[in-house]
């Protein structure tokens, strides 16, 4: 039998900006510095719930919850989710449950929050993991589609984004498409996605990821070893973890490979 420290779900209440929303979270206690999860598009907490049977992270405490428009999330108006709504969201859990100093992990979306998170809050956080979120324009290749292929209906976009990444030749495409409409909602596609591209068009995001006081590890998938700011992360000391057999979702194409490299860089901050 695995021995764990289960994770527990917890709904808890906000209100941003005139928004009511309802959290759903998982988390866990423990002695060490904890780990804060952060979802990408179309994916929630549960991408992160097999920390739960990972020794290397035993005693760690745990914090992943659903971003408004997500899973098991209730966002009263989805029209005005975007990164920085999502990342007043974090900063509230993050106060919620009092914790101070962190270690940051954010993929795709949510790497593009979290380092807004980091950015604006550098001193509390001990290390980020990036999985493949934002850096350059270039990184818009699910986001930039709502300017791609514009639509009215939200519906009918979904219903054909959902075709576009089911035939997507990359690791877990069809199975990231299977679930999205079981996983956000459609109403929520458009104010995330034109948010992502504004901000991965017009910020540095790369100055900023690279100029982060805090440890940092850039994850990617090997079918994405072309990304043109590669060379540019390792000359900056950002440690670079390439995921074999993977493309955009390394938790769902090699899960045990991510979880080592997590592991391994997250206890290598904290004695550095």
Not at 131 to 146: T, V
Request: glycine residues 6%.
């Amino acid at each position: 039998m695995i021995e764990q420290n289960p994770l527990k779900k917890e709904y808890i209440p906000l209100e941003i900006d005139g928004v009511d929303l309802r959290i759903a979270t998982m988390h866990r206690e423990g002695k060490r510095l904890p780990i804060v999860f952060l979802h990408g598009f179309g994916s929630t907490k549960e991408d992160y719930a097999d920390v739960a049977f990972c020794p290397q992270f035993d005693d760690r405490r745990i914090i992943a919850f659903d971003a408004p428009g997500c899973g098991e999330t209730e966002c009263s108006d989805l029209s005005m989710l975007s990164i920085p709504f999502l990342q007043q969201t974090a900063e509230r859990i993050l106060m919620h449950y009092g914790i101070d100093r962190f270690h940051l992990v954010g993929h795709s979306m949510g790497g593009l929050t979290a380092l807004h998170l980091a950015w604006s809050n550098g001193s509390r956080v001990s290390s980020f993991a990036n999985i493949k979120g934002n850096l350059a324009p270039e990184d818009c290749f699910l986001s930039r589609q709502i300017l791609d292929y514009p639509t009215d209906d939200p519906n009918e976009f979904m219903r054909l984004f959902v075709e576009r990444a089911w035939e997507s030749p990359t690791f877990s495409s069809p199975l990231f498409a299977s679930t999205l409409t079981h996983k956000i909602r459609a109403q929520a596609v458009t104010p995330i996605f034109r948010s992502m591209v504004e901000i991965s068009d017009t910020d540095n995001l790369l100055a900023k990821f690279t100029e982060l006081p805090c440890a940092k590890m850039f994850v990617y998938g090997d079918q994405y070893r072309s990304l043109s700011y590669l060379g540019l992360l390792k000359n900056r000391e950002v440690r670079l973890a390439e995921i074999e057999r993977s493309g955009h979702f390394p938790m769902y194409s090699n899960s045990p490979a991510l979880w080592d490299q997590l592991g391994e860089f997250i206890d290598k901050s904290e004695v550095e």
